[in-house]
């Protein structure tokens, strides 16, 4: 069976790659029976923070990342939390002092930072084991337990890097048990991979370096190696380096309140660093499931692509709407209108929704693009003097254009249809070209940058509202 692991650490911050690391490591338990456990890697009490383990079940809940094992749901190899499986990394960790693999060193901080600083000055590398100390105590809780390497080549299998080795000068007597009594990630993801039965070990490609350490670890302790699968590091938007936070690339919570649908981001960061050799690009979560593989994991970093995201997202909406209808992409809408919308019922929300889905990127985009419908612009005839199609036409003429326009469309069945018709019999009419016409109409109904074709605006803004606004419109062109 295969069983594969999330396991972060809770410090309040959800990474765009820590969500990658959540879903690769998914996709390989589900394309089988597999397991995919969560664990929560909390030793490090200096980066502890309030609450982000709640974000990290919140986050992994909102992409449907369900796991098999971990916290609220519980399991049969838990605890899940690091912090409370103290007796099993002692009981692992006596098995090393009894077979003479690790001791525990009494060395003070001072005495460390000497022998660093004589290895600087001397320009060889820091190897802990050149100092390992002669006489050691029995270890306690209090004293850090240190690894007795046992340096040799190595070589090793990664299933996205490739056949690996490392010699001897990589390999150290690392620190199993810190003096605050709590285990390095070092000692403890192996003791709790081991014990979580996980066969595919799916993480970041910064703990490449340290594979050698482990190899020793899992040889110590006889246990067969895991796969190894080392995830590239996610680009900035130039490339080069590492996608840091001053590349303005938001955390997932962020995008969520921005409006990304999960289904977007699932499928975005899935397809970074990962393709299945076709032009596909939209993946729903069963698609990636059936179609991801290990060995189509891309071994360079993959660059980070913000405007792709969105764009992924635009496609998301459209896909909901056009698959499930306005009820399925309305439910999603909820906390995304403008104020104003608040004192609408569902049903125009929704009416103005299905005129509007499609050129929305964001779910926040309807806050900016839908005020209008909800109250009444501010008017602003700049818009229509400064209009590239407008500003050669003189005011008088605008003024009676509109005029005609909103005679003709008062008379008008109020339907999409007939609207439609109407303004088609006023081009003809006024002999304007649509450019011109549809845009004087449509500013002066929304002062928008942007509204959804003119006679689905129309129908939705009702009768009274749209002509009312038009004749505003015309006394401020004449007041002007
Ligand atoms: N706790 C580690 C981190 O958040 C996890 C590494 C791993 O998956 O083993 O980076």
Known sequence: MIVTRFAPSPTGYIHIGNVRSAIYPYLIARQTQGNYILRIEDTDQARFVEG????????????GLEWNEGPIVGGPTGPYFQSERKAIYYAWAQKLIDMGRAYADPTDAKTIQSYRDEC?????PYLYRNYRPTETPEWHEGI???FKSDPKPRKWRD???GDMEAGPEVQDDIILIKADGLPTYNFAHIVDDAEMH???VCRGVEYLSSTPNYLALYEAFGLKVPKLISLPHILGPTGGKKLGKRDGAKSVTEYRTDGVLPEAMLNYLACLGWNDGTEQEIYTKDELIQKFSIDRIQNSGARYDETKLLWMNGQWIRKIFDEQGVEALFARTEGFWPDSANAYDDQYKKKVLSIIYDRLKTLSDLRVMTTYFFEDPIINTDMIFSNKFLKKIS????????QISAKKIESCEWNPESLQNT???LLEETQRKPAELFSLIRIGLSYAPFSPAL???LDTLGKNTSLSRLHQTITAIENH
């Open 52 to 63: 982000a383990t709640e974000l990290i079940e919140d986050t992994l809940e909102w992409l």
């Open 120 to 124: 600087t000055e001397k320009k060889i």
């Open 144 to 146: 850090p337990l240190r």
């Open 159 to 161: 299933e996205v890097m």
């Open 198 to 200: 996980v066969t595919h």
């Open 395 to 402: 005011e008088e003429e605008l003024s009676e254009l509109l």
């Open 423 to 425: 303004l088609n019999n």
């Open 455 to 457: 006679h689905l605006t």
